[in-house]
């Protein structure tokens, strides 16, 4: 069956760049989209097809992907930032979220 | 304010039967599909199913198929997800979410959840 492979956890200086990965076979000819879930809270969808943002997502947040690999990255992160971050695609009419990702803001 | 309101926190023991709703608000929920995702305890996200209130087509996840039901009752713009005999392995938070597949075709829209703890 299909995979999402993120790292379990990614950490970074405040105002650095983090960079989130998710791979997964020829997932660049799918959609992906993210979502940041803060500690005892529900998922936000923050990047959609790719590299849209929905309205009131920071444009600090950003999204591409080619060949096997989707990145979501945020530039000059924040402290408000720490979360987990989850990637998602359709894959023969199933869901697949990828693992999640633990974002640590040093 | 668009939302999804789902029901409250509930106990069961195993084997026992359960039904929770998630109704939503200030969309037109039949245009809409509506579906449900588990997040046990510590850990990460996994699609369950997704029905289209509009006709009633569903899709389920090959995991979770034949383990539950997901239903939708339009006349009260509210979606249903259904066990015949919980397992202690249910015991989860329960999220409802929308999916727009016209638009962003993502899961736009998220529940408060509904965590399911199933105990002798």
């Known amino acids: 069956s299909y995979g999402l492979t993120q790292p379990p956890s990614v950490s970074v200086s405040p105002g650095q760049t983090a960079i989130i990965t998710c791979s997964g076979a020829?997932?660049?000819?799918?959609?992906v989209c993210w979502y940041q879930q803060k500690p005892g809270q529900s998922p936000v969808l923050i990047i959609y097809?790719?590299?849209k943002r929905p309205s009131g997502i920071p444009e600090r947040f950003s999204g591409s992907n080619f060949g096997n690999t989707a990145t979501l990255t945020i530039s000059g992160t924040q402290a408000m930032d720490e979360a987990d971050y989850y990637c998602?695609?359709?894959?023969?009419?199933?869901?697949?979220f990828g693992g999640g990702t633990k974002l640590t803001v040093l | 304010e668009v939302q999804l309101v789902q029901s409250g926190a509930e106990v069961k023991k195993p084997g026992e039967s359960l039904k929770i709703s998630c109704k939503g608000f200030?969309?037109?929920?039949?245009?809409?599909?509506i579906g449900w995702v588990r997040q046990m305890p510590g850990k990460g996200l996994e699609w369950m199913g997704i029905?289209?209130?509009?006709?009633?087509?569903?899709r389920y996840s090959p995991s979770f198929q034949g383990q539950v039901t997901i239903s939708a009752d339009k006349s009260i713009n509210t979606g249903y997800l259904q066990w015949r005999s919980l397992k202690a392995s249910d015991t989860a938070m329960y999220y409802c979410?929308?999916?727009?597949?016209?638009?962003?075709?993502?899961?736009?829209?998220w529940g408060p959840g509904t965590m399911v703890t199933v105990s002798s």
């Open positions: 097809q790719d590299s």
């Open positions: 200030g969309y037109n929920f039949i245009s809409y599909w």
């Open positions: 998602q695609a359709w894959d023969n009419s199933t869901v697949i």
């Open positions: 020829k997932l660049g000819e799918k959609y």
């Open positions: 979410v929308r999916y727009d597949s016209s638009g962003p075709d993502a899961f736009d829209l």
């Open positions: 029905m289209y209130p509009g006709d009633s087509i569903s």
